[in-house]
């Protein structure tokens, strides 16, 4: 059975740091031949692309975190994280963990990340 369990969502001030760490167990690939990716979803908007990770390490960022957020992945761990610093309120949204190779994708629960002072 398939799990992505995320943790470090919360309620952080603007400008504040966060980090989102994704575990994932029983995929059907081993980790280090999954792409991964940070996905957010804001109220009342579509669900967008944060920043991925190839299993080669390369790396993209949606043009509004670029130089704030930074993702990475341990393949000995099987964790993908997203480091979140210089937070700001329309960063918002629930944050959810993706792993994917072809047309295998696997979504985690999700984590909640509030920018509020």
């Known amino acids: 059975q398939v799990q992505l369990v995320e943790s470090g969502g919360g309620l952080v001030q603007p400008g504040g740091s966060l980090r989102l760490s994704c575990a994932a167990s029983?995929?059907?690939?081993?980790?280090?031949?999954?792409?991964m990716g940070w996905y957010r979803q804001a109220p009342g908007k579509q669900r967008e692309m944060v920043a991925t990770i190839n299993t080669s390490g390369a790396t993209n960022y949606v043009d509004s975190v670029k130089g704030r957020f930074a993702i990475s992945r341990d393949n000995a761990k099987n964790t993908v994280s997203l480091q979140m610093n210089s937070l700001k309120p329309e960063d918002t949204a629930v944050y959810y963990c993706?792993?994917?190779?072809?047309?295998?994708?696997?979504w985690g629960q999700g984590t909640q990340v509030t920018v509020s002072s």
């Open positions: 029983g995929l059907a690939f081993a980790f280090y031949h999954m792409d």
């Open positions: 993706n792993v994917n190779r072809g047309t295998y994708s696997r």
